[in-house]
């Protein structure tokens, strides 16, 4: 008697003609990022609560899995191929996708972004008031973290699509939550004009920043 074979996993999922013949509302990639105690995984946990049949991956949980340390010193590129394939796994099984991560450059965002076919893209930049950034990250001994970010980081570009969320404070967070909650139950719905109408926004020279209200979405 043959032994039967298991299913290769990454292959099994569904296809782009099995949503267009089923109806199925496409996944999300929710990249979160920005700079250390600015509250990433904190917003992660929550999405993964929040988005109907999402699954959250975290660096710094695969570097404790391979190496039992956190820190930016071993195989990175095993690390992000492995992100990569936990993604299109997910994603091939009709599961929104939320990655929190530092992410500070160009090619690391589009590395966790790519290919636009498998998801929607939405990046959420964690917006915290500097000082207040500073004693967090004295506060968690992240001081020196922190100033490698800051000399690496590239603000993102135009074409993604982008929320800045205000997290100064438990009520900020609150607000910029809703924001990003509507947002994203818009989007599922397809209801853009109701879209346009909540989140207007301006470019200022300080990038972009909302009329009304502490969350920001580009497009």
């Known amino acids: 008697m043959t032994t039967p074979r298991p299913p290769n996993l990454i292959s099994v999922g569904i296809t782009e003609n099995d ?37 959250r991956i975290n660096p710094d949980e695969l570097r404790l899995i391979y190496f039992d340390d956190g820190t930016l010193v071993h195989d990175e590129e095993l690390v992000y191929d492995t992100l990569a394939t936990l993604r299109k796994l997910a994603l091939g099984n009709n599961h929104s996708v939320i990655i929190d991560s530092t992410a500070p450059r160009h090619a690391t965002r589009e590395f966790l972004l790519a290919d636009s076919r498998l998801s929607r893209h939405l990046v959420v930049l964690m917006n915290v008031d500097r000082k207040i950034l500073y004693q967090r990250a004295k506060a968690a001994g992240k001081l020196s973290p922190l100033k490698a970010f800051n000399l690496v980081w590239q603000e993102p570009r135009n074409s993604l699509p982008l929320f800045k969320f205000r997290n100064d404070n438990e009520e900020q967070f609150q607000t910029s939550f809703y924001l990003l909650m509507d947002y994203i139950n818009h989007e599922y719905a397809g209801h853009n004009t109701i879209l346009r109408r909540i989140l207007r926004w301006r470019r200022l020279d300080d990038g972009l920043v909302r009329r009304k209200t502490q969350g920001q979405v580009q497009r």
């Open 19 to 55: 949503r267009r013949e089923r109806k199925v509302v496409q996944p999300w990639t929710i990249l979160v990022t920005g700079p250390p105690t600015s509250g990433k995984s904190v917003l992660a946990r929550r999405l993964l609560k929040t988005v109907e049949g999402s699954v």
